[in-house]
């Protein structure tokens, strides 16, 4: 699964992400229809997705993320080389790598499979406002 614009790429196919107002962004759930509306809201570092199952709200302290869902917590570990893991306290639920275009999910359980897509797109719009303010900021 890859950011390109306005789209996600998973598995060969093409879904449409419509931008909305105030920086909010509509992410297709897939072939299980519906939609979920993600937001990044840079000046607090969290991301909130609007979810037809219900609300989610991740947290980004010094080290990691966190946000609850379905009963559970969770963590959000990103490690300098460009993954991201998410863990909850069974294991990892899922991992994804930085690319050119985004994040690409390489292993998701199906504990977070229906909120994957829209996760890794609100972690995806952080990555980019991350990249963009260490482009601003130049070198040292």
């Keep these: 699964m890859g950011l390109l614009r306005d ?12 931008g909305e107002r105030r920086g909010w962004h509509s992410v297709p759930l897939g072939a299980s229809g519906g ?8 000046w607090r570092d969290r991301v909130e997705i609007r979810h037809p199952d219900g609300r989610i709200l991740v947290r980004f302290g010094w080290v990691r993320g966190r946000f609850e869902w379905g009963g559970r ?3 959000i570990h990103t490690t300098p080389g460009g993954r991201v893991e ?9 991992r994804a790598r930085h690319t050119l275009w985004g994040l690409r999910a390489e292993h998701v359980e199906p504990a977070v499979e229906r909120i994957a897509r829209p996760l890794l797109f ?5 990555l980019q406002w991350q990249l963009a303010a260490l482009a601003t900021a130049g070198p040292g």
Excluded: K, N, Q, T
């Design 35 to 42: 939609e979920a509306a993600v937001h990044y809201d840079v």
């Design 7 to 18: 789209r996600i790429r998973e598995s060969g196919v093409d879904w449409p992400v419509r």
């Design 73 to 75: 917590a969770y963590r």
């Design 122 to 126: 609100g972690l995806a719009l952080r």
């Design 86 to 94: 998410i863990m909850s306290s069974v294991g990892p639920v899922l």
